[in-house]
């Protein structure tokens, strides 16, 4: 169920019933191409797996996606060097992911989601490859971050503990079905 509904809010995939509102825009009439302007555009993926090119320093891998969204070379940089900086890591900029630790990967996966200052941010199990002291620490970073820029934010997790300490509402998902909300 959990991957159906952040396709869903994603734009990855067509809801089968009811409608889905973005910014009041209706995502269930749009077609191919204008999901793909909205998935560029409006909505910031950080998955579990941090999807990041090896071959991009990570100042390049969260430059991509704003060439997908087409912005100029300029402000490009300019939002990526910002972001990057955002997440703790000016001083990386230039080192590959092979060259990161795995809790720096993810914030450079954070930092290519915000740089396109996306109006919801999706996480799908964005803490799960890091050790117990860096999801403490991270978790709580993405509270703050989430908070300080005003994102729509659904965070993704199996950690009740995890999902209690990072969200200010919780929804519990059974077979797809939302079974509790609080």
């Not at 990386?92 to 941010?121: D, F, K, M, N």
């Amino acid at each position: 169920g959990k991957s159906t509904f952040m396709n869903v809010i994603g734009c990855l995939d067509k809801p089968t019933s009811g409608t889905y509102t973005l910014d009041g825009e209706s995502i269930s009439a749009l077609n191919r191409d204008a999901l793909a302007d909205v998935r560029n555009k409006k909505i910031g993926f950080v998955f579990q797996q941090f999807h990041l090119l090896d071959r991009l320093d990570a100042l390049a891998n969260v430059e991509l996606p704003m060439i997908y969204a087409e912005r100029d070379r300029a402000s490009r940089r300019e939002k990526a060097v910002a972001a990057l900086k955002r997440v703790g890591l000016s001083e990386r900029i230039h080192h590959r992911p092979t060259q990161l630790s795995g809790g720096q990967q993810q914030r450079v996966a954070i930092a290519r989601t915000l740089a396109i200052e996306p109006r919801v941010l999706l996480l799908d199990e964005p803490l799960s490859n890091l050790d117990a002291k860096l999801r403490a620490s991270t978790g709580l970073e993405l509270k703050r971050l989430q908070r300080r820029l005003g994102i729509t934010t659904v965070f993704v997790t199996h950690d009740q503990q995890e999902a209690m300490t990072i969200a200010d509402r919780l929804a519990v998902l059974e077979q797809g079905v939302i079974q509790q909300v609080g």
